[in-house]
């Protein structure tokens, strides 16, 4: 997959350095092991947080972190470009059967918001469904206004406005999990559009790309009347333009926001049902409490390294990012609003780290 222009704006961005007096000597050179990451941009602003605290204390490893996508971190992690691809999306059967090495490790949990940009309404929550959503996204609701969304909405003046819709035009782990929401409560979505991390978007007049969260909240802040779906790490750049955010109806018929409760809810409905690759979506669980798009964000990693120091690096790494001390603590996680995995997840998560070699 060819690298995005996002990649050339977030790409090659060094977060960390070895200490520079011990650079200077071939010894240390020999020493310092480099990792790439790249993939979701979702997960970019936790690895930017991640990775200056880790290697403040392991000055001898060296990551840099790309926000290319899902798609492109899956692509290069299974290519060998990558040592670690974040995703926002567990890998299909079919590309586990093609990379049967490749791990899909959750490192953290994680939620998406709807956004939009309606003059004079962006400071109220408006409601909104699957189908709603879904009618928008292929057209056949044109309008704000129209009875769907005021049938949710009673008593709230919606203006009679086209409806821009705005997808990611990248390989998108949030692609992957808006599409999920829409086709697990909307047959009709289902059945003629689907989800993924790239698919077939209706053609709607008007209808809008974007690349990565940062051109999602940039192109619904500059267009009125547009709708987005926004990874929730963007939350204080969806603050800053000043976008409305919707509460969602989940599967119970609840309309919720994303809290730390309503994702912890609805991670606890599927924790049990997590099985040991972990590859399961999280997307439209029951609960009344349940928020509807959350999802594990994934480190995807081949279980076999070329060396044996970069199998330990990584494996020391990752075992320090789903550490609730370390990598999952509350400093961290709160500051992109996402949640630490619970104990189960997380001895699932180590178990698999552990068979990186």
Do not use: C
Request: glycine share 8%; aromatic share 8%; net charge positive.
């Amino acid at each position: 997959m060819s690298r995005s222009p996002f990649h050339a704006v977030l790409g090659g961005s060094v977060l960390a350095l070895a200490v520079a007096g011990i650079l200077n000597t071939p010894q240390a050179f020999a020493r310092t092991v480099n990792v790439t990451e790249t993939g979701s941009t979702l997960l970019y602003p936790l690895f930017n947080l991640w990775v200056p605290a880790y290697t403040r204390s392991h000055p001898g490893v060296r990551i840099t972190t790309q926000g290319t996508g899902s798609g492109t971190g899956i692509s290069e992690a299974t290519s060998g470009v990558a040592q670690i691809g974040a995703s926002d999306a567990y890998m299909s059967n079919m590309q586990v059967k093609q990379n049967p090495a490749i791990l899909n490790i959750p490192l953290a949990i994680s939620a998406q918001t709807i956004n939009y940009n309606i003059p004079g309404l962006n400071n109220v929550h408006l409601k909104l469904s699957g189908p709603v959503l879904a009618g928008i996204y292929d057209g056949q609701i044109r309008y704000w206004n129209a009875p769907a969304i005021a049938k949710l909405n009673p008593g709230r003046h919606l203006p009679h406005h086209l409806i821009t819709p705005i997808h990611r035009t990248d390989g998108s782990g949030d692609t992957f999990i808006f599409s999920q929401y829409l086709s697990f409560s909307t047959p009709y979505w289902n059945s003629h559009v689907g989800y993924g991390t790239t698919i077939s978007w209706p053609a709607v007049p008007g209808g809008l790309g974007a690349l990565g969260n940062p051109g999602m909240v940039q192109a619904a802040a500059q267009t009125p009347y547009s709708i987005a779906y926004i990874g929730v790490s963007f939350t204080k750049e969806v603050a800053r333009a000043h976008l409305g955010t919707a509460l969602l109806k989940n599967r119970a018929g609840h309309f919720l926001l994303p809290t730390r409760k309503t994702v912890g809810a609805a991670a606890a409905e599927l924790v049990n049902k997590t099985p040991a690759d972990e590859r399961i979506s999280l997307v439209f669980a029951p609960g009344a409490e349940s928020y509807p798009i959350i999802n594990y964000e994934y480190a995807i990693v081949n279980d076999h390294q070329p060396s044996g120091v970069m199998a330990t690096t990584l494996r020391e790494f990752l075992s320090w990012a789903v550490d609730t001390h370390e990598g999952n603590a509350r400093k961290f996680l709160r500051q992109v609003h996402f949640i630490a995995l619970p104990p189960r997840i997380s001895a699932l998560s180590r178990k698999q780290i552990a068979k990186i070699h």
